[in-house]
Nanobody
Framework: QVQLVESGGGLVQPGGSLRLSCAAS????????WGWYRQYPGKQREAVAT???????SYAASVKGRFTISRDNAKTSVSLQMNSLKPEDTAVYYC????????WGQGTQVTVSS
């Protein structure tokens, strides 16, 4: 089993920045993919940013150029640096990883409001 613990959500004004972090623990042997997803009320979860084991990253068009996903050297944690935040970035953000199966964090609320 793998456990994911997220941190870093909160309230920020439009144009501000937040950094989300996610640490994995448990039976980690080969993580194929990390990702950050978000979910709006009543909507399906959507991919925000992903990073593969080889380091290839991808971003949703709505966040490209504003968000950056990164992974630590030990490859047991991942972060999402969010800059130039907009009210439409308000959502619950989930950390995700794939290692044989899919694992999800508990979610952290990000609210962008003045």
């Amino acid at each position: 089993q793998v456990q994911l613990v997220e941190s870093g959500g909160g309230l920020v004004q439009p144009g501000g920045s937040l950094r989300l972090s996610c640490a994995a623990s448990g039976n980690i042997f080969r993580i194929n993919k990390w990702g950050w997803y978000r979910q709006y009320p009543g909507k399906q979860r959507e991919a925000v940013a992903t990073i593969l084991s080889g380091g290839t990253t991808s971003y949703a068009a709505s966040v490209k150029g504003r968000f950056t996903i990164s992974r630590d050297n030990a490859k047991t944690s991942v972060s999402l640096q969010m800059n130039s935040l907009k009210p439409e970035d308000t959502a619950v953000y989930y950390c995700y990883l794939h290692q044989t199966w899919d694992y999800w964090g508990q979610g952290t609320q990000v609210t962008v409001s003045s």
